[in-house]
């Protein structure tokens, strides 16, 4: 059996440093492992008009932003393939079945899709499309025989809600969906990277974001801004690690070959933070510090888009000629599906 990836992005704005820590990276170590025969990595428009319907102009804008951060981050179309997930129509086909196959009690339950229909205030007024999420990522995860699915550990109940419409499928209408498997985050720091006010999730309406996209001088104003230990107002003072964004920024960037170019006076993090633990080191210093990290990491990435920014045709050509390859497999997949089912009239002899 072929070693396959599906992984994607709802494509509701920019991406900043927080995808790259927590997924962007991975998916590059992943593409040049040599370990899977092909990797899928789908622009979720579908999935993110659930709860955008009134504004699609906001995701038509956000398509190109995020292949274009795809690219920059390292992406190579040669070895994964892009593709926008409301041109596969096969997807919507198969999510139809599988609906059939869950309950909405089941649904409901989700402690994943709990937490972000709390997050949105829907209360009442569940958009069923963004009800049914788990079904659809059920549908883009099969679509493409799926053996792998990267993914952080809230959306762990989203992979095992999957597990069971692949169950009982199979079980009903014979072996026919691959059952995937999970990839968690090597880098447990990187999990889930605050914003830059301190608050507990980056998020573009709070304006607490690092974009991939933003310039050198943009990176270095969020930096020095950002939020610290409200309560190390002297140089003096003890300083709070825990909760500090500052830090876990650092814990997420931040490696031995950082300090020994930029500050060598500390061998590593853990000596930095025993240092502001016990008072003496100024919040300044160590902005300055995380800048130059965060500068060090970005500029390969800001060359990157400049390149492809300059290429717009091509990236639109990478797109198309992607979703085509990822129309063709899940079509493959769907006409099994309908076989397995017996509604392939027209073929069935």
Not at 235 to 255: H, I, K, M, T, W
């Amino acid at each position: 059996m072929q070693k396959i990836i599906l992984t994607g992005d709802r494509p509701t704005g920019r991406l900043h440093v927080g995808h790259y820590v927590g997924s962007l990276k991975e998916r590059v170590r992943l593409q040049n492992s040599g370990q899977f025969d092909q990797i899928f990595i789908m622009i979720a428009d579908a999935q993110a008009l659930t709860d955008n319907a009134h504004n699609p102009q906001k995701v038509r804008d956000n398509i190109l932003e995020v292949a274009l951060d795809y690219l920059s981050c390292g992406i190579d179309p040669q070895k994964s393939t892009i593709f926008i997930q409301s041109q596969v129509a096969e997807l919507t086909e198969l999510m139809f079945y599988y609906m059939n196959l869950v309950t909405v009690a089941r649904v409901g339950r989700n402690p994943t899709v709990k937490s972000e229909i709390k997050m949105r205030d829907f209360k009442t007024s569940i958009p069923l499309g963004f009800f049914v999420y788990p079904v659809s990522q059920a549908a883009d995860i099969t679509a493409f025989r799926a053996t792998a699915v990267p993914v952080g550990e809230d959306q762990l109940p989203m992979l095992e809600q999957c597990r069971e419409i692949v169950h009982s499928f199979n079980a009903t209408y014979g072996d026919t969906l691959v059952e995937p498997q999970v990839i968690l985050p090597q880098n447990k720091a990187c999990l889930r990277l605050p914003g830059t006010d301190g608050k507990a999730k980056m998020s573009k309406s709070l304006g607490n974001c690092i974009y991939l996209s933003d310039d050198e001088e943009t990176v270095r104003k969020k930096v020095m801004s950002m939020f610290t230990d409200p309560n190390h107002l002297r140089v003096e003072d003890p300083g709070q690690v825990e909760g500090n964004p500052v830090f876990a920024y650092l814990a997420a960037f931040s490696r031995p070959e950082h300090f020994a170019q930029f500050w060598p006076e500390y061998k590593d993090l853990d000596e930095l933070k025993a240092h502001y633990q016990r008072g003496g080191l100024g919040d300044v210093k160590i902005k300055k510090f995380l800048n130059q990290v965060l500068q060090a990491e970005l500029a390969p990435i800001r060359a990157r888009r400049a390149h492809w920014q300059a290429r717009l045709p091509e990236v639109y050509e990478i797109l198309k000629q992607g979703t085509q390859q990822a129309r063709a497999v899940a079509a493959q997949t769907l006409h099994d599906v309908r076989a397995a089912m017996k509604i392939n009239y027209f073929e069935d002899k």
